[in-house]
């Protein structure tokens, strides 16, 4: 199978593989960069454990080769805390109980953090469907809504 | 417990809602799950899969698969059986297949097992993999499984002429038919409760690492009850040398559990055996279709139930006949006394006389399984039928669903209450959860808004549901899995710093253990939960228990946490009459120190008694602080709770809009008010999604459907409601906390308080029963059969 060499920066800093054409992101981040904070939930770009920002933008990196994100800016859950400082939405997931098993945490926080960076004072339904892209099996979702405001406020 | 607490927010024991200790590690990504283990050497394994339901295997070619590089193995049932390893025991005492070495018995069992050096190439290896099969006549429904003339499915047993697993009745069944015949009201429904997946969103797996120097198998794997796994590993694998002491579970971070992680499925055998045979470390993590296709179900339970009164509307006799469908094997995960777990717990919150439930457990071309999803052993099961005949007895006799309740509930100066099944209810005041429930939602403002929308043609309903948990398995002269009590355990040092290393028998899958078993020691010992270290989930260094389902950690292993704190205290207490040279009887305790009776101010704290422990211990006296508890729970615990429902209907799209619901929960004393709060809100949603959305089918020949997030429908934010809770607090008399366990009350209760809403919804148009899940599909149809669709 063809290799291609990817270059592409993640959380910041540049990387690069050599990676087969069929290597999905997911598994660049996981296996080869050892960024194991992005999760695998489905096969069908349902579940959103996944999620990453691809420049700037919430993909489910499951359903996006490695080869397409060549050239682009990555974010994972790693790159959201600054200089050891949480990240508002990471406060907020904190601070109103968001989180339970931990496992969609990551793409929840990253695809509240990217609705946040398009508006700054989202309501309760715009939130909703924002994350519905996202499944969590354990909060019923209630503190999850309260976190992403919980970081809008802090952000404003 | 008082809503105030006894220490401080620093100490941070019972009824302070601290910030959990174990979320920075996740919300930074730097949780530890099953597919972050990567070892030296690591290779990958990759399941073949049964595309037909009942089929005999005639052929399997691994040549073309042995060809694609970096494929190391393909092992088969044949395999398997020269270890003997191609069965395995269930944790109900049946047998199932590891690999298969004749038939398969349904759609998506394990055929095969590629080991690869990537995942990639473990799949590429799947696909080269050919398989004939002769297909079988397929048998899907239990009820035809069980008419004599039915291919009898498990041709394995010699001795076996049927499908039935077993026939289970408890009661009094004379009484109860004398009864329901002499009852003034009889209601009679047949309600089916459809399979259903926990779906947690992450898939099962593990890394097996068998040292061939040393024989010492190290298996990372994703299980709710590490040590019951050790001990089924040695039973299963102890012949070819796999000795207790040899084998170490490590159960890393857990991406959810709600018992679809207590039974052990055959990749994690296949994997141990993968690994024993290359002396290579082995992954194996199922996708997504494989954890909705293979792993262990829930529900598929047929129930057909009476309700009965008497002239004055008392509820007289309940009785229950039931058909349970467990596919090819009993996996169930029940004790083993209860074959269909504590299903007869049916009696539910009301003061029913006479009762008598049977249970026929049947084998089908389907998973096996029958095991949780959110709740202990059945009483989901039991709680929508005792909660949807009350209703549909209430309809009959045209009395409020809640009035019919409040008259027959069991009395709060009632408890211990007897049930006609057995149990002692520990206790209750299941009336004042339900009118505190009637108040926050505004109950008799709801019923004229109804009245008037009704009279417009607006469909809007209301639902109750009042149940009764049973949780908390359980007493060892009842309870056991495969022989194992139904204890647990927790192992507590004191440092002589004062700090605390805590051990347990249970796996969190993120109930918070980390933090909530920190504040019982904090409670106990006055020693900060942030100077507390909780640790779960390796059998090398916890102490033995049966593990966390069925709402267990905190009944059973949260009573041993409390009573080994206690232990260390009254150890404590010895140091510091040592130090302060007083008598034991002239100390008085309060959160964090003992002081002398009468001179507070001397006084010596936790941390001082802890350092002397080690340092200045009296003669006599063995050096350290330190105390061990088993508990084996002397009752189970009755949670409870009273749930009410809105919904709206649209007439159009038979939608049903859950627009309030609010859950009234009691739990007993409260650990953590938060984490309490987010165990309803993530149960809550685990009721709606059956009662509106999931469900796993099979057509006739044996093809699940449902059997990916395309078309299992997992609930999104957006057909989330937004709950509302509260709670009442009835301790348990006998748990040393009072405490009684929550994390699966809210599944429990939810679906029918949503049923019975959109019945209620559709009475008046001579509405009696609906199935779960409620589709729109379903509700449209009923609409249009009315005459009311727009």
Known sequence: MARHTVQLTVNGAP?????????????????????????????????????????????????????????????????????GALHPIQ??????????????????????????ERTKSPGEDEIRRAISGNLCRCTGYVNIVKAVQHAAAKMR | MSSTPRTSPEVGGMGHSIRRKEDPRFLRGQGQYVDDVVLPGMVYMDIVRSPFAHAKIRRIDTSAALKVPGVLAVITGETLAQYKLHWMPTLMSDTQMVLPTEKVMYQAQEVAA?????????????????????????????FKALEPGAPVLRTDKPDKKDNRIFHWETGDRAATDRAIKEAAAVVRQRIYIPRIHVASIETCGCVASFNKTDGKLTVWMTTQAPHAIRTVFALVAGHVGLSEERIRIISPDIGGGFGGKVPVYPGYVIA????????????????????????????????????AADASGRITALRIKTVADHGYADAAANPSKFPAGLFSVCTGSYDIKNAFVEVDGVYTNKPPGGIAYRCSFRVTEAAHAIERMTDMLAQELKVDAAEFRLKNFIAADKFPYRSALGWEYDSGNYEGALKKAMDQIGYAALRQEQAEKRARGELMGIGISSFTEIVGAGPSKHFDILGIKMFDSCELRVHPTGKVLARFGTKSQGQGHETTYAQIIAEELGIPAAHIQVEEGDTDTAPYGLGTYASRSTPVAGAATAIAARKVRDKARKIAAHLLEVSEDDLVWEPGKFSVKGAPAKSKTIQEIALAAYTNHPPGMEAGLEAVNYYDPPNLTFPFGSYICVVDLDRGTGEVKIRRFVAIDDCGNIINPMIVQGQVHGGLTMGMAPALLEEISYDESGNVQGGSFMDYLVPTAVETPKWETGHTVTPSPHHPLGAKGVGESATVGAPPAIANAVVDALAHLGVRHIDIPITPEKVWRILKEKGVAE
């Open chain 2, 272 to 307: 141990v055996a993968a690994s024993v045979v290359t002396g290579l470390p082995v992954k194996w993590i199922e996708d997504r279709m494989e954890n909705l296709q293979a792993d262990s179900f829930a529900r598929d339970y047929h129930m057909d139930a009476e309700l």
């Open chain 2, 114 to 142: 590629v080991i690869a050096t990537s995942r990639y190439t473990a799949a590429d290896g799947v696909a080269a993999v050919e398989v004939d099969y002769d297909p079988l006549p397929v048998v899907v429904d239990p």
């Open chain 1, 15 to 83: 990387r690069s593989a050599e990676v087969e054409s069929r290597l999905l992101l997911v598994h660049l981040l996981r296996d080869e960069f050892r960024l194991t904070g992005t999760h695998i939930g489905c096969d069908t770009t349902h579940c959103g454990a996944c999620t990453v920002l691809l420049d700037g933008v919430p993909v489910k990196s499951c359903t996006v080769l490695a080869v397409q994100a060549d050239g682009r800016q990555v974010q994972t859950v790693e790159g959201l805390a600054r200089d």
């Open chain 1, 91 to 116: 406060e907020g997931f904190m601070q109103e109980h968001g989180l339970q098993c931990g496992f969609c945490t990551p793409g929840m926080m990253l695809t509240g953090a990217a609705l946040l």
